[in-house]
């Protein structure tokens, strides 16, 4: 007699990393655009081009995808969030708008708390230290790494769209298979 050991699907999540544009940064696009030349502006727009291309011509099962996004907070008000930074030239979330009408699945993926402590720091810099900035970043990324677990489902695979210099793999558990599908590499 032998035994079959039944395959059981897994769930699957491709990590982008991602760079901000102006128009994702709302109230501190303009801080964000005095420091970018107009060549490294071009050069982002041109990255989120690619990246957009790349993701859309994917065969991707949508009615199975989870897109998460950096600083999208888990609100009630996700696809209104998205939709408004679309209309306003945020390439990053017309990307997001572009797989949610496909049939993707939007999901609030960051702590509102967390990101009203990073808009203080960002009004308030005598309050970002080092220290408070690094646990800051530990916090969010934890949290972005509990949302995922909690919100994706055994044999859905997710899309989470993440500044480049967060850390959230290392915060997933193993049950959770992780790909890089598109790298920005300088």
């Not at 039944?6 to 982008?16: D, E, F, G, M, P």
């Not at 901000?20 to 970018?36: C, E, N, P, Y």
């Not at 859309?56 to 609100?75: I, T, V």
């Not at 808009?119 to 646990?135: G, H, I, M």
Request: net charge negative.
């Amino acid at each position: 007699m032998s035994i079959q050991l039944r395959q059981t699907a897994k769930r699957k999540l491709s990590i982008v990393p991602i760079l901000h544009t102006a128009a994702d940064l709302g109230s501190f696009s303009t801080k964000v655009a005095a420091r970018r030349s107009r060549a490294s502006t071009a050069l982002i727009d041109d990255l989120w081009d690619q990246l957009g291309a790349h993701l859309l011509s994917l065969e991707l099962d949508y009615p199975r995808l989870k897109l998460y996004q950096d600083s999208l907070p888990h609100c009630g008000f996700e696809i209104t969030i998205v939709r408004d930074l679309a209309t306003k030239g945020s390439a990053n979330f017309r990307l997001l708008s572009e797989l949610v009408e496909r049939g993707a699945t939007l999901v609030g993926t960051e702590s509102p708390e967390l990101l009203l402590r990073e808009l203080d720091y960002a009004r308030n810099p005598e309050k970002a230290t080092p220290e408070a900035l690094s646990a800051l970043a530990l916090d969010r990324d934890r949290y972005i790494a509990r949302r995922i677990d909690q919100t994706l489902e055994t044999g859905e695979e997710g899309l989470l769209l993440i500044g480049m210099l967060h850390e959230v793999r290392t915060h997933l558990p193993a049950s959770i298979e992780v790909h890089y599908p598109f790298t920005i590499t300088p």
